[in-house]
């Protein structure tokens, strides 16, 4: 599974290095022709406005829009998640629209322009570092979302089917936790079971098909055993 990296702007490079940590095979995203050869896609933290601005001189809007086509899993991270967003307001703003939230930029202002607190999430027990530069706020989030973690009684980290957003930097910290979670999403629905990773391997419990690397090319007849983890997409 190769994961792509958006980079054109922003802390792409943070993020490049938490999936070297993880063992992740990962490529930087900068054109179309690097963009089709990934199997899952993160947008980074940095200025969306930008983002957005190349996006669309390099051809990258409509190469992401095939992606998710294609039902890539995608993660965004602050910028990242404005850009994923159904709705951007403050000001409103174009977007890739794959999640089902309405999200509104820089509102937290200085009472959160640049901070880093912790509260507890869905995925692990230990209460998430959580650091928050001129983040957005999630306003409204569809029926089918997910709320994996609130800070300060709103959603920061949700998933949306196949699409994970936090409004917080996973990467700018020491803590992998948010980045395994992704993989482990991403790889559960490329093949319905999960088949690589060196750390994460032992958490899963995949079919001995799985492991010989056939799982992509005929889970989407076979599927997965009864006990493999199906994410809902
Ligand atoms: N405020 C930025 C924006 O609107 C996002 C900030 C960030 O990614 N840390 O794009």
Redo the contacts with the bound molecule.
Sequence with gaps: MKIGILAVQ??YEAHARMLQRLGADYILVRTPQDAAQVDAMIL????????LKFLKEEGLEAALRALDARGVPFFG???????LAREVRAPA?ESLGLADLVIT??AYGRQLS?EVRSAPSQLKSEPLEMV?????WIEEIGPGVEVLAREGGRPVLVRDGRILVSTF?PELTEDTTVHEYFLKLAAGHLSGVYSGFGRLESEVDAPAAAMDGTARSTSSESGASPSAPRPRF
């Design positions: 922003g802390d980074p933290g940095g200025e969306s406005t930008t983002m991270t602050c910028a990242g998640a404005i850009l703003q930029r820089n640049s928050f530069i001129r983040a957005p930097h």
